[in-house]
């Protein structure tokens, strides 16, 4: 009996987790380094930027509590940390509005949309 409700409160436990977007994969929180000399940024709409770095590396800078200006057309501009590098203690502004970010992971890179 006890067995049974503990798996229970296990699972509703693990549900909220399970229910977030990308990325798919979990990874340890990375640095983008010469963030002025970046190729690419392609935005996902509220959540976060898909950014790749002068490597040709991806990474995904998911953004604190939505930005409502984030959208696929919105004008980027990347505000590195004190440091220098691009990471979770830096800001984004799309079309002006600043955005603090959450987390920057390593990523696969955007997904392709369909045509």
Do not use: I, K, N, Q
């Given at each position: 009996m006890i067995r049974p409700a503990l798996i229970a409160a296990a699972l509703l436990g693990a549900a909220p987790a399970l229910?977030?977007?990308p990325p798919t994969r979990?990874?340890?929180e990375a640095r983008i380094r010469n963030m002025t000399e970046y190729l690419?940024?392609?935005a996902d709409p509220q959540r976060g930027v898909y950014i790749r770095g002068y490597t040709g590396q991806w990474y995904y800078a998911r953004v604190?509590?939505?930005c409502a200006r984030l959208t696929h057309s919105a004008a980027l501009r990347f505000n590195p940390s004190p440091g220098g590098d691009f990471d979770r203690y830096s800001?984004?502004?799309?079309?002006?509005?600043?955005?603090?970010v959450a987390s920057v992971v390593e990523s696969d890179?955007?997904?392709?949309r369909a045509r």
């Open positions: 229910a977030f977007g979990v990874a340890p690419e940024a392609v604190e509590d939505g800001t984004l502004r799309a079309d002006g509005w600043r955005c603090r890179g955007p997904p392709r």
